[in-house]
């Protein structure tokens, strides 16, 4: 089968590989479609921290089940499916109180283990999700960014009623603030620099600042008034909208961290202390997130077709990573197509 290696940042070789056999417990899939995140490009840039080379990505992936091991008893032959990327212990502190998301030993396929940029790839039956027929496969590769979303927004007790502010309209920070509105909250509002990332977040009905044009502070009492944000969602990662994210809360509030914050930040905690603000960390996911990420599209609560620009052949894998550094404020999801394997 073919695999799409990165031999060194910006270097994709294509090679030839075994497909391994299926264990007991395990399961083969046919990968048909293949999302690229943020992570993905600081892999490609050399600057992701966790990362070695060779490495083989793709851990944002919709497949088809070609075969299952002997025992296996809840997926099926040709069942569509996406993948939980993460490789744990289940020994750690972590893992045995409910947390392998955040396991001590934590491997994810594509970064800190072989990921699933292949034709097939062959993995534990218990990390797949089963996607119900009413989602085509490009949907299904976006489940894993969605459980990003819904991992995050459950971080908070509760948003019902409340205002919420998400810095940050790519992505996950545009599928955040739509997991939040669909979860209740009263009002979504997205903080961004880039116009079609606005303008895609107001197609997604989530209300907009434009922090190019418009100074943050006054676009939360535009749009909250007084009563400013309940709770704040960082999903930039910058060590500037970090701090932001602090300085621009309300007394009182809470402030979840979800970009990935590859640089040390200096964060005002006095201001934290005075404020008394909570503030939360974010990280990944768990098998139940998945699950209600295909909930709220099988509701019809979430738009992810308008976030995906760009498709591109596998043979052409590079192309993904250049067009979105060279098209960064246009681009917002580039999907990987799949074909069938020659041999």
Do not use: W
């Not at 032959?77 to 030993?105: A, W």
């Not at 699933?116 to 085509?136: C, G, K, R």
């Not at 209600?292 to 992810?304: F, P, R, S, T």
């Amino acid at each position: 089968m073919r695999q799409a290696v990165m031999t060194e940042p910006g270097h994709i070789q294509f090679r030839k590989v075994d497909v391994p056999p299926v264990g007991d417990q395990q399961i083969k899939i046919h990968i048909k479609k293949i999302g690229v995140c943020g992570s993905d490009i600081h892999v490609n840039h050399g600057k992701h921290p966790y990362t070695s080379y060779p490495v083989v990505q793709g851990h944002e992936v919709s497949a088809e089940v070609v075969e299952v091991g002997r025992r296996v008893k809840d997926i099926q032959l040709g069942d569509k499916v996406t993948i939980q990327p993460q490789v744990v212990c289940g020994v750690c502190v972590p893992c045995i109180n409910g947390m392998y998301h955040v396991c001590e030993e934590l491997k994810v396929m594509g970064f800190q283990t072989t990921g699933m940029a292949s034709d097939y790839f062959v993995v534990n039956a218990d990390q797949a999700t089963i996607l119900p027929d009413s989602l085509d496969h490009e949907e299904g590769a976006m489940v894993e960014p969605l459980a990003v979303a819904v991992h995050a927004v459950r971080r908070v007790p509760s948003v019902r009623a409340l205002n919420v502010l998400v810095i940050g309209g790519g992505p996950i920070g545009n599928l955040v603030g739509q997991t939040a509105k669909a979860y209740g909250a009263s009002k979504v509002v997205v903080s961004e620099l880039s116009e079609t990332r606005l303008r895609l977040a107001e197609q997604c009905g989530l209300g907009t600042i434009n922090s190019k044009e418009e100074d943050l502070s006054e676009g939360i009492f535009r749009h909250f008034g007084e009563s400013k944000a309940d709770v704040i969602f960082e999903c930039v990662g910058s060590s500037f909208t970090v701090a932001q994210s602090i300085e621009v809360a309300r007394k009182g509030s809470t402030v979840v961290q979800v970009g990935v914050v590859s640089d040390l930040t200096e964060v005002n905690m006095g201001f934290v202390q005075d404020h008394e603000l909570t503030v939360l960390g974010s990280a990944m996911y768990q098998s139940d997130d998945f699950d209600k990420a295909v909930d709220l599209l099988q509701e019809g609560k979430i738009n992810l077709k308008s976030l995906i620009t760009d498709r591109v052949p596998f043979e052409d894998y590079a192309k993904a990573y250049s067009i979105i550094d060279e098209e960064k404020d246009r681009v917002m999801k580039v999907i990987i197509e799949m074909e069938p394997d020659t041999d």
